[in-house]
């Protein structure tokens, strides 16, 4: 019994009851402004006082600012819902700008031409580590869709069908060395064929091969088809010379062109199915 009075427990027990007791004296003598003893005892517990209030207050700022901080945080999610909303809205937009621009130049396409029979289609299937950028459409030989019909972007040459099902086709782009166009520069007329390589095709481009060695077609030339052959009507754009090198295999030069279709972004196409002259061989222009 004697150690537990000797213990440190007990002597804090005591430091603590001797807190309380002051505290109420000074509780009771504060009521007594003229007291001595609440003089005392306030200078003794005034600091205890001042600490305390400083938390009390510290404890209502900080209620304060997590309630500030979570208002806030709620308007920061629905901001963001909000922007993603706007985001939506703005790629449906430029989507719908696309396709009337798309429209608008094949109305004018039409117009101009209007032997051409068309067949719209959207692009279902587009591997994009294929670096000739083959891609497969929704219609097929249910819409008089086959081998060998012209795919157009507006005015540009995109590629040819080379497979036909009935419900769908498959699309080689004149980014493929096995797609070759008769095809003519428009301010000198020169005439040669398109093709290209596995690194031109890397690059998003082409050349216009057999070309005089010394040609007179420059760079911002327009290179568009000739109609030889039979399977590309003529004047469909292929692109923009770049440059123009000698060919290091024969006497003849090419151009390398610049081909302004964007095959990643390309959503819908128009599969030309019928044009005077298909599948009949013709001269320039014919």
Avoid: W
């Avoid at 804090?12 to 007791?21: A, E, I, S, W, Y």
């Avoid at 007329?189 to 070309?211: I, N, P, Q, V, W």
């Avoid at 754009?237 to 770049?242: E, H, K, L, R, T």
């Amino acid at each position: 019994m004697r150690s537990f009075f000797k213990s440190s427990r007990f002597k804090g027990f005591l430091g603590v009851f001797g807190v309380l007791l002051l505290a109420v004296i000074f509780a009771a003598a504060t009521n007594d402004s003229a007291s001595p003893a609440s003089d005392v005892l306030g200078t003794i517990f005034m600091p205890l006082q001042t600490v305390s209030s400083h938390i009390a207050e510290s404890l209502e700022d900080f209620n304060i600012h997590f309630r500030s901080a979570a208002a806030y945080a709620d308007r920061v999610k629905q901001l963001e819902k909000e922007v993603a909303g706007y985001q939506e809205q703005l790629v449906d937009y430029e989507k719908s700008k696309q396709q009337l621009a798309l429209y608008e130049e094949f109305l004018e396409l039409k117009k101009e031409r209007g032997d051409f029979k068309f067949e719209s289609a959207s692009i279902v299937g587009h591997d994009q580590a294929d670096v000739y950028s083959t891609f497969t459409l929704n219609k097929g030989t249910l819409d008089g869709v086959a081998v060998n019909n012209p795919v157009i972007y507006g005015k540009y040459l995109v590629g040819v069908v080379v497979k036909a099902a009935p419900t769908y086709c498959v699309v080689n782009t004149i980014r493929n060395p096995a797609v070759n166009a008769g095809a003519y520069e428009v301010r000198t007329r020169e005439t040669g064929y398109s093709t290209t390589t596995d690194e031109l095709a890397a690059e998003g481009k082409c050349r216009l091969s057999g070309l005089e060695r010394n040609t007179s077609v420059a760079p911002g030339g327009i290179v568009c088809t000739s109609g030889t052959g039979g399977v590309y009507p003529p004047d469909l754009i292929i692109g923009v010379v770049d440059e123009v090198k000698n060919d290091t295999t024969n006497i003849s030069s090419y151009a390398v062109i610049s081909i302004p279709v964007d095959f990643a972004d390309l959503r819908d196409v128009f599969v030309i199915t019928s044009f005077r002259g298909m599948g009949v061989s013709t001269k320039l222009g014919g």
